[in-house]
């Protein structure tokens, strides 16, 4: 398992970082820079399962462990979604944690990623995208 962490200071108050993060329009927004057309199904309340979905019915699955909104968002991800039909894993603690801490100038946001060493790249790759979206959006939305 690696653990993979990625930091950007926003000039925002942290409930608008929170609610670009997970707002539907503004969430479909920042994940294109994991997969266009991304979406989620579900609650984000502690200890419900939220579904993540690509254009094409696939994704993952997890539990929402921690939600103290404005403050922090974990995720235990439990398994991978096929063609729409659920596929558990194996994957130990793999883990997505957003902590958003407010600071002088704005908000610095902290994401964790505990993840199988086959997803590093691609994290490595796109994360630093995503949060680059999540700055655009919290500073420049009406």
């Known amino acids: 398992m690696e653990t993979l962490s990625y930091e950007i200071e926003i000039?925002?108050?942290?409930?608008?970082?929170?609610?670009?993060?997970w707002g539907d329009i503004t969430y479909r927004q920042w994940t294109t820079a994991f997969t266009e057309g991304s979406f989620y199904e579900g609650t984000l309340e502690e200890g419900?399962?939220?579904?993540?979905?690509?254009?094409?019915?696939?994704?993952?699955y997890s539990r929402v462990?921690?939600?103290?909104p404005g403050?922090?968002?974990?995720?235990?991800?439990?398994?991978?979604?096929y063609d729409g039909v659920e596929a558990?894993?194996?994957?130990?603690?793999?883990t997505e944690t957003y902590i958003l801490e407010e600071t002088e100038s704005g908000t610095t946001?902290?994401?964790?990623?505990?993840?199988?060493?086959?997803?590093?790249?691609?994290?490595?790759e796109n994360f630093p995208k995503a949060l680059g979206i999540i700055k655009n959006l919290s500073e420049n939305q009406l």
């Open 65 to 68: 462990e921690k939600n103290e």
């Open 48 to 60: 419900s399962i939220v579904k993540f979905f690509d254009p094409k019915n696939n994704g993952m």
């Open 11 to 21: 000039e925002a108050a942290p409930e608008r970082i929170w609610g670009v993060l």
């Open 109 to 124: 946001l902290t994401c964790t990623i505990q993840t199988p060493a086959e997803f590093k790249d691609f994290f490595e």
């Open 71 to 81: 403050k922090e968002m974990k995720f235990l991800h439990l398994g991978e979604i």
């Open 88 to 94: 558990p894993q194996e994957w130990g603690e793999a």
